[in-house]
T-cell receptor
Framework: DTGVSQDPRHKITKRGQNVTFRCDPISEHNRLYWYRQTLGQGPEFLTYFQNEAQLEKSRLLSDRFSAERPKGSFSTLEIQRTEQGDSAMYLC?????????????FGPGTRLTVL | QKEVEQNSGPLSVPEGAIASLNCTYSDRGSQSFFWYRQYSGKSPELIMS????GDKEDGRFTAQLNKASQYVSLLIRDSQPSDSATYLC??????????FGSGTKLNVKP
């Protein structure tokens, strides 16, 4: 257990619905990343925050996706008007100094299924 | 497009053997390199990080980095069935973005 938590662990939704995921890191001061992982692939970068500032956003992140990190603590990832292609594992990772520079610690993930 | 390439496997080795996993990356400016282990249905778990050319050993694991060849490898000595998992190579660029390979599936046979 890395100490990074995500909620919910599983989400099943119908196409067209909105969903929101939450990530709680250990520290408010570390960088926080969101990734998407599909079967047989490695995690794919979506966005990251330093404190409350969103510093980078993947071109893969359409305007249906939005992420926030209010007050530099927990973060949320919202997907609007979900599509079947959004079905994936959504991973949150915290980067800090625990294991050395830039080491990432992943939460357990939220598995999204869009019907 | 920055890429990280891994052989998807599966790589099968007998228990007690050495497993060798390889990774190449495209961004010559990358400075930080990582190996993660991922069990089916679980999230990635950090095994090793390496930042400079050469070898880095941690228990049964040795990471090797050759920046000139843009090549990173992971050796697992005395492989155990519990090492059976997918191993992900990751590279950090100069903009704090991480790029992951698609992973190599390792099977260690008792």
């Amino acid at each position: 257990d890395t100490g990074v938590s995500q909620d919910p662990r599983h989400k099943i939704t119908k196409r067209g619905q909105n969903v929101t995921f939450r990530c709680d890191p250990i520290s408010e001061h570390n960088r926080l990343y969101w990734y998407r992982q599909t079967l047989g692939q490695g995690p794919e970068f979506l966005t990251y925050f330093q404190n409350e500032a969103q510093l980078e956003k993947s071109r893969l992140l359409s305007d249906r996706f939005s992420a926030e990190r209010p007050k530099g603590s927990f973060s949320t990832l919202e997907i609007q008007r979900t599509e079947q292609g959004d079905s994936a594992m959504y991973l949150c990772a915290e980067t800090g100094e625990r294991g050395g520079p830039d080491t990432q610690y992943f939460g357990p993930g939220t598995r999204l299924t869009v019907l | 497009q920055k890429e990280v390439e891994q052989n998807s496997g599966p790589l099968s080795v007998p228990e007690g053997a050495i497993a060798s996993l390889n990774c190449t990356y495209s961004d010559r400016g990358s400075q930080s390199f990582f190996w993660y282990r991922q069990y089916s249905g679980k999230s990635p778990e950090l095994i090793m990080s390496i930042y400079s050319n050469g070898d880095k050993e941690d228990g049964r694991f040795t990471a090797q980095l050759n920046k000139a060849s843009q090549y990173v490898s992971l050796l697992i000595r005395d492989s155990q069935p519990s090492d059976s998992a997918t191993y992900l190579c990751a590279v950090k660029d100069n903009f704090n973005k991480f790029y992951f390979g698609s992973g190599t599936k390792l099977n260690v046979k008792p």
